[in-house]
């Protein structure tokens, strides 16, 4: 089975600006956890989509948004960038039915806000 | 909401010792506990997770032990070598505002492990 995989890699962007970050999940899987990691505050969780639903939501401000599609890939947006949204963003997929189901992560996309 | 401590920050050891990573958590609630091994640069991986009714865990070299009264858990890592060297994370599931706790992990921040040769 192919891995999580998510899309771009990196990106900078500029303060003010939005960005749109892509994750597709193991086949099958039809939750997508995403999280951001930073070295300061570590890995804290953004949000959870299942089969098209936000289930779970973390303490991030409004600026940060996501959204499932039928073939449960996901994306997440965040708008007015700021300087500290600065941060390798990850997203996990699991099969979404159980609190014990294994979380696997993707390789994370960079973003830096200049 | 659920808050996770992991202690040491950073943890340096000779190849062949043993490590031990410690946890806490608050969430009395929470009944799942991975643990994931970040190698520099790399996405993290689960290494070995435990669930709320099981006291211990081994999986080789590598074993887990929760006390759910104390509401903490442990990593050890025995015959330690240089490829163990990683940032290592407890993680506990937490019950959110949906009232599931499925796809919801609060991290502990990190144990950096190096396996001086």
């Known amino acids: 089975k192919a891995g999580v995989t998510q899309t771009p890699r990196y990106l900078i962007k500029t303060r003010g600006q939005q960005v749109t970050l892509s994750c597709s999940p193991i086949s099958g899987h039809r939750s997508v956890s995403w999280y951001q990691q930073t070295p300061g505050q570590g890995l804290q969780f953004l949000f959870e989509?299942?089969?098209?639903?936000?289930?779970n939501k973390g303490n991030f401000p409004g600026r940060f948004s996501g959204r499932q599609f039928s073939n449960s890939r996901s994306e997440m947006n965040v708008s007015t960038l700021e300087l500290g949204d600065s941060a390798l963003y990850l997203c996990?997929?699991?099969?979404?039915?159980?609190?014990?189901?294994?979380?696997?992560f993707g390789p994370g996309t960079r973003l830096t806000v200049l | 909401g659920e808050n996770v401590e992991q202690h040491p920050s950073t943890l340096s050891v000779q190849e062949g010792d043993s490590a031990v990573i410690k946890c806490t958590y608050s969430d009395s609630a929470s009944n799942y506990f991975p643990w994931y091994k970040q190698e520099l640069g790399k996405r993290p991986q689960l290494i070995i997770d435990?669930?709320?009714?099981?006291g211990e865990k081994k999986d080789q070299r590598i074993a887990v032990t929760l006390n759910k009264t104390a509401k903490h858990f442990s990593l050890h890592i025995t015959e330690t070598q240089p490829e163990d060297s990683a940032v290592y994370f407890c993680?506990?599931?937490?019950?959110?505002?949906?009232?599931?706790?499925?796809?919801?992990?609060?991290f502990g921040q990190g144990t950096i492990l190096t396996v001086h040769p």
């Open positions: 996990a997929s699991s099969p979404g039915t159980s609190s014990y189901n294994e979380q696997f």
């Open positions: 435990i669930r709320s009714n099981v």
């Open positions: 989509y299942f089969s098209e639903t936000q289930r």
């Open positions: 993680a506990a599931n937490e019950r959110g505002a949906g009232g599931t706790s499925y796809g919801k992990l609060t």
